[in-house]
C-alpha cells in the first residue's frame, strides 16, 4: 500500500515497517527501555517515515547535482558490512529480520554513499580554517583542559552510630591501614579511590567532594536509611591543554558540526518546495 507520496515517488507501508523494525531493534541493542503498545509504535512509524520522507529528497537532490558513486566504492562497503558479522549465516539471518534482499542492502548503501558526497559538496562550502580553529579555541578554552582527579575515602556507615564513631576516628588519625582496619573491624566497607577522573564519579558524589577541602570530611544520607562517608585526599585541577594538543580534536569536532549543518540545511531546502502527500493516514494508526 502506498502511504506518502513524495515528489511523485511513494513509500510504502512495506517501506516503513521495515525502517520500524531497525528504530525496534536499535533501541534494543542501546538498552533503552521500550514497550510495544500502541501509542510507541504509532510514534516509531512517524518517525520511520519522516526519515524515509528525508531520505527520499536528499536523493533527488544528490542525483540533480550530479553527485556519483562508482560499482567499485559500493563493493567495497558492502564488504565492509558483510565482514562485520561472524558468518555467512549471521548476514543472511540480518537479512531476513529486516526483511532485505541482498540487492536491496546494496541498493540502500548506494543511496547513503549518494548523500555522503551531497553533504561533502555543501559542507566543502565552509572549509575549516586555521583562523577557524583558532577563534574556537579561543571562545572554549575553559573547556579544553585534562580532566580534574579526585583521590578519596568512601566509607560506608549502616548506622547513625557507627557513622559518627567513624567520623570520628577518620579525623584522628591520617594510617590508612589503621583506618581500614578500624572501619572493617566494624563490619563496614572501606574504600581507597586513586586519581579518579572528576566527570566518573556520580554527580551526588562529585558534588560532595567539590564542597569540601582536601582532608575534610563529607557524609551521604542513603535512600536506604545508611550512610556514607566521604574523606578528600587530593585534588588535582587539570591543566589548560595547548592550542597545538587538541588542534586535531577541534577540527574533527567542527567537521562534524560542519556537515550537521549543511545536512539541515540541504533537508530545509528540499521539505520548503516538496510535493508531500499522506494518502493513507490510517496506517499510522491502526496497524
Same mark, same amino acid.
Given at each position: ?14 517501506? /516503513? ?21 500502541k501509542?510507541?509504535?504509532? %510514534? ?28 567499485e566504492?559500493?563493493?567495497g ?18 537479512? /531476513?529480520?529486516?526483511? !532485505? ?12 554513499? !549518494? /548523500? ?19 577563534? %574556537? ?5 575553559? %573547556? ?7 583521590? %578519596? ?25 589503621? !583506618? ?6 566494624k563490619?563496614?566497607?572501606? !574504600?581507597?579511590h ?16 567539590s ?61 520548503e518546495?516538496?510535493? /508531500? ?11
Amino acid at each position: 500500500m502506498d502511504v506518502i507520496a513524495v515528489n511523485g515517488k511513494m513509500i510504502t507501508d512495506r517501506d /516503513i515497517d521495515r525502517a520500524l523494525i531497525r528504530y525496534i531493534v536499535q533501541l534494543e541493542e542501546d538498552d533503552r527501555p521500550y514497550e510495544p503498545t500502541k501509542e510507541n509504535l504509532k %510514534f516509531l512509524r512517524v518517525e520511520a517515515s519522516n526519515a524515509l520522507i528525508s531520505r527520499l529528497l536528499l536523493l533527488e537532490r544528490a542525483k540533480r547535482q550530479g553527485c556519483m558513486v562508482s560499482d567499485e566504492d559500493v563493493d567495497g562497503e558492502m564488504e565492509t558490512i558483510r565482514s562485520s558479522f561472524e558468518s555467512i549465516e549471521n548476514w543472511e539471518n540480518n537479512l /531476513i529480520l529486516f526483511q !532485505l534482499s541482498e540487492n536491496e542492502v546494496r541498493e540502500e548503501v548506494r543511496g547513503d554513499m !549518494l /548523500i555522503e558526497r551531497l553533504i561533502d559538496m555543501e559542507s566543502a562550502k565552509e572549509p575549516i580554517t586555521e583562523e577557524l580553529v583558532s577563534s %574556537f579555541y579561543e571562545m572554549n578554552a575553559q %573547556f579544553l583542559r585534562d580532566p580534574t582527579l579526585y583521590t %578519596f575515602y568512601e566509607i560506608s556507615a549502616s548506622t547513625r552510630e557507627n557513622l559518627e564513631e567513624i567520623v570520628r576516628y577518620v579525623r584522628t588519625t591520617q594510617d590508612m591501614i589503621d !583506618l581500614e582496619n578500624y572501619v572493617k573491624g566494624k563490619g563496614e566497607t572501606f !574504600l581507597h579511590h586513586v586519581d579518579v577522573v572528576e566527570g566518573s564519579i556520580p554527580e551526588e558524589v562529585r558534588a560532595i567532594l567539590s564542597d569540601i577541602g582536601v582532608q575534610e570530611i563529607g557524609t551521604m544520607v542513603l535512600p536506604d536509611g545508611g550512610y556514607v562517608v566521604y574523606k578528600l585526599i587530593s585534588r588535582r585541577e587539570g591543566k589548560q591543554r595547548s592550542l597545538e594538543s587538541v588542534r586535531e580534536d577541534v577540527k574533527r569536532y567542527l567537521e562534524k558540526e560542519r556537515r550537521t549543518k549543511a545536512y539541515e540545511r540541504l533537508l530545509d531546502e528540499e521539505m520548503e518546495k516538496a510535493d /508531500i502527500r499522506y494518502l493513507h493516514v490510517e496506517y499510522f494508526e491502526n496497524r
